[in-house]
């Protein structure tokens, strides 16, 4: 079965860099979840996007910002990267409210900046 | 912002031993409780989703229940083996289309 593909699968920045990453959702998925897990901590939500519209928003910093296009792919652009930047980033997709949203997870794209 | 609370924080069990865990969550507004698993360097496998009160679900050795009226649901896993070792995370929602806010999750090492 089709899996939610993330790329880069890793990626090595310097500070002050930009950075995207891309999210390829299950198809007929029409939302993605953006999440990011620090060392040592839990996931935690960036943003949402549901038919191509921000649906939610978490702690995504101001220096970031994402879309979902038209083939509902996703991609997290990153500014200004700063060392706390460094983390593992999630992306989940679902279809909308079958069953309940189940949300279906990426490999990740883990960030490391230098 | 839901509040989500899960016991034990970590759990070490001889290959063979049953366990179970709990996930305690505000039982106002309750969509659905969502069970994930989460291996090292892997991303979270979806387990089960939960949404009426009394509900039970079942995977192989794992299964769960789910009391939405005092807010918590409970994962059991029969008989561990090495291969359940993992932190296992739940997560609740109180509406559709919502992003998961996990628990701080169980993490469990079973021994052989």
């Known amino acids: 079965a089709a899996g939610v593909i993330q790329s880069p699968r890793h990626l090595i920045k310097e500070k002050r860099e930009t950075a995207t990453l891309k ?11 953006w999440y990011q897990q620090g060392p040592g901590q839990d996931p935690q939500f960036l943003i949402s996007f549901y038919e191509k519209m921000q649906s939610d928003k978490g702690s995504i910093p101001d220096r970031f910002s994402a879309q979902q296009f038209s083939d509902y792919h996703s991609e997290l652009n990153m500014s200004s990267l700063e060392l706390g930047d460094s983390a593992l980033y999630f992306c989940a997709s679902s279809p909308r409210d079958h ?3 189940t949300q279906y997870f990426g490999p990740g794209t883990r960030l490391t900046v230098l | 912002i839901l509040n989500v609370e899960q016991s034990p924080q970590s759990l070490h069990v001889q290959e063979g031993d049953s366990t179970n865990f709990t996930c305690s969550f505000p039982s106002s507004n309750f969509y659905a409780l969502h069970w994930y698993r989460w291996e090292t360097a892997k991303s979270p496998e979806a387990l089960f989703v939960m949404t009426l009160n009394g509900d039970e679900k079942k995977k192989g050795r794992i299964s769960a229940t789910l009391n939405t009226k005092e807010g918590y649901s409970y994962l059991y896993i029969k008989g561990s083996q090495p291969e359940d070792s993992a932190t296992y995370l739940c997560a609740p929602a109180n509406q559709a289309g919502t992003a998961l806010i996990f628990g701080k999750g169980t993490t469990l090492s079973v021994s052989s």
Do not use: F, K, Q
């Open chain 1, 23 to 33: 999210c390829y959702p299950i198809p007929r998925h029409d939302t993605v979840y």
């Open chain 1, 99 to 101: 069953p309940r949203d």
